[in-house]
């Protein structure tokens, strides 16, 4: 299993991204993971935990495509705001995690 991560913000676990090589928005190309999930690996899991509210909480991706690509994917924690790649990433990560 890949290590998660907690930080203050999201910010702060973007820029620890930025500072390893994770420059791509996969959140701007998410169709690129929703039609080749097999394409990508997690590399890290941040997750931000809201202090007062649970609509605040947030996982952040640190996504290697197979073609060398190396980004990220922020998505929100609640039901209510995981999107079609989101659900793909949580898929990828319980696949990962029975290997």
């Keep these: 299993m ?3 991560y ?3 913000s999201v910010s702060k676990a ?3 991204l930025n500072e390893k ?5 996969f959140n701007i190309h998410e169709d690129e993971i929703i039609k080749n999930p097999s394409h ?3 590399i890290h899991v941040y997750r931000y935990e809201g202090d007062s509210n649970p609509d605040d909480e947030a996982i952040v991706y640190g996504i290697k495509s197979q073609s060398g690509i190396k980004g ?3 998505s929100g924690f609640s039901a209510n705001s995981v999107s ?3 659900l793909v990433l949580i898929k990828l ?3 990962e995690k029975n290997k």
């Design 6 to 8: 907690h930080y203050a």
């Design 21 to 25: 090589g994770f420059t791509y928005d």
């Design 40 to 42: 990508h690996e997690i």
């Design 72 to 74: 990220v994917f922020v």
């Design 2 to 4: 890949k290590k998660m």
């Design 84 to 86: 079609e790649a989101a």
């Design 93 to 95: 990560s319980i696949d």
């Design 14 to 16: 973007l820029n620890e």
